[in-house]
Each structure stands twice: as structure tokens, then as C-alpha cells.
């Protein structure tokens, strides 16, 4: 039940491969003493949360995004208010809603298999698409400048998505409006809110969609690991490296990934 998960929210498309895989990991396969299979460990490392926000041309974001766009029911998409066409969302902007051999709306039901599979109840399921659904809206919100103390600052342009976003989040419009338009400074142990100008507006509110969705990973790799780690009754382990080898990188040009399979070494944990 893992993999079609990390694949949903760890994937994306890139100029090269339809479903490569955007972060690393650590996988431990655990075994017994007569070297019958009881369980796995990830350790997962360098998620793209960038590709959260900024793809190049002919890329995707992560597959997660559009099977929700595609697959949510009447009462979900009522409930985000939530388009069926990625090119409603800035993050989404001009990609395909289905690649080849892929249909989103059928990887979102199978991916809310797999979840309950994993022992995610269906509360959790929806407080996270609900989180998925927030930064697609998150991301549309725009800024524009003005003038404080006559220094650059920012301000949102369109209050009412501001407002959804916080509904979806279940935070008060307030607080985020101050986090995304002023960084605070102390000094002298007094502190201070400064405003930020419409790039650095834009880039906090970034930011903000990279955490959020960074954390949401975390977690969800942590939930995994719950319902598969045996490593209190293994004896010996075999340890999996999977890369992540940036664009630039011509080690592998075939591949933006690398399984190193070989080194992999069998350790006693006794």
C-alpha cells in the first residue's frame, strides 16, 4: 500500500519520466532470523517541495494535486469548492490534468484505498486533502504594493481568498495576512513588524506552500512507518538507497533518480 502513496504525493512529471521520483530515501527491509520478510523503514530526505510552486515548461507538480483536481466527489468538491481544471490554480497552471497511461481520477480513488489500507483513517484522509486543497488556493493569492512609513510594503489584493485559504487551514485571516505581508524582527528583545515588499510577499507566500506541503510528507511518511516498522522484532535488515539526482546531473542522464541496489548490505540488529 506504500508505494502508490509516496508515489502520489513524492512523484511528478518531469521532461524525461512521467512518474520520477522528486525526493530520497532510506528504505530498511527488515527480516527475521530464518530471513522471512517482516517489515520496512523509510527515512525519506530532499522532497522538491520547489516543484510545489514552480515547474519547468512540459512539467508537472506533484501527481497528488491533480487527482484531487480530477477525482474528488460532489460532497469534497463542494466542500473546497474545488474546480476541476489545474489551470484554475497558479500551481497547476498549464499542466495536463492526465498524463498517458495515467487517469487522475481513478489514481485518487485507488490512492484512498491504499491510505485506508495503511491504516490512515478516512478524518485523517480528508484533513490532509483538505491541506492539499489549501495550498492549490494559497498559492492564487496575490499581493499588491503600497506604501508604509513610506518604506515598500504589500497588501493582498483579493480578501476573499485570503479568507478561504483560512477557513481551509482553520486559522484566523488576521495572523496569516501578517505572515505573509511582514517579518518580524527583535531587537533588544522588543519586537517589531516590518513590511514586506510585493516580491517578498510572493515569496513568503511561497515558502508557506512548500512548508506546508514539506510537512504534510513528513507526517505522512511517519503514519507509514507506524503500520510497516517491525525493527523491534527484526534480526537482520537490508538498507536501500534511493537518490534523487538533481536535473543538472549528467551521473545518470536516463533517469532523475538512482537505486543504488548493489552496496546494499545485509546488518545484524542483535
Not at 510545489?52 to 484531487?68: D, I, N
Not at 494559497?138 to 515598500?152: A, H, Q, R, S, Y
Not at 486559522?171 to 516580491?199: C, M, Q, W, Y
Request: aromatic share 8%; hydrophobic share 40%.
Amino acid at each position: 500500500a506504500t508505494n502508490p502513496i509516496l508515489e502520489a504525493f513524492g512523484n511528478a512529471k518531469t521532461i524525461k519520466n512521467d512518474n520520477s521520483s522528486r525526493f530520497g530515501k532510506l528504505v530498511d527491509i527488515q527480516f527475521n532470523a530464518e530471513g522471512f520478510l517482516l517489515g520496512a523503514k523509510i527515512q525519506n530526505y530532499l522532497l522538491e517541495s520547489s516543484r510545489v510552486v514552480s515547474q519547468q515548461p512540459g512539467e508537472r507538480s506533484f501527481h497528488v494535486f491533480y487527482f484531487l483536481i480530477a477525482g474528488s466527489d460532489k460532497v469534497e468538491r463542494d466542500n473546497w469548492q474545488l474546480p476541476d481544471d489545474p489551470n484554475k490554480f497558479r500551481v497547476t497552471r498549464g499542466s495536463l490534468l492526465n498524463l498517458p497511461g495515467m487517469n487522475s481520477k481513478y489514481e485518487y480513488m485507488q490512492l484512498k484505498r491504499a491510505l485506508s489500507t495503511a491504516g490512515i483513517s478516512v478524518q485523517q484522509q480528508y484533513l490532509m486533502f483538505s491541506l492539499i486543497a489549501a495550498i492549490l488556493f494559497l498559492g492564487n493569492i496575490e499581493f499588491e504594493p503600497i506604501k508604509v512609513d513610506g518604506n515598500d510594503g504589500s497588501r493582498i489584493s483579493d480578501p476573499d481568498a485570503l479568507n478561504w485559504v483560512c477557513y481551509l487551514l482553520n486559522v484566523h485571516a488576521g495572523d496569516l495576512e501578517r505572515a505573509l505581508t511582514h517579518r518580524k524582527n527583535v531587537i533588544g528583545g522588543e519586537e517589531f513588524l516590518v513590511p514586506l515588499s510585493l516580491g517578498q510577499a510572493e515569496s513568503a507566500r511561497d515558502t508557506l506552500c512548500q512548508q506546508l506541503y514539506n510537512r504534510n510528507f513528513q507526517w505522512l511518511v511517519g503514519q507509514l512507518n507506524s503500520s510497516t516498522d517491525q525493527s523491534q522484532d527484526s534480526v537482520l535488515s537490508m538498507l536501500l538507497l534511493d537518490i534523487l539526482v538533481s536535473k543538472s546531473s549528467s551521473a545518470i542522464p536516463s533517469s532523475s533518480s538512482a537505486s543504488i541496489t548493489p552496496t546494499s548490505a545485509f546488518n545484524s540488529n542483535s
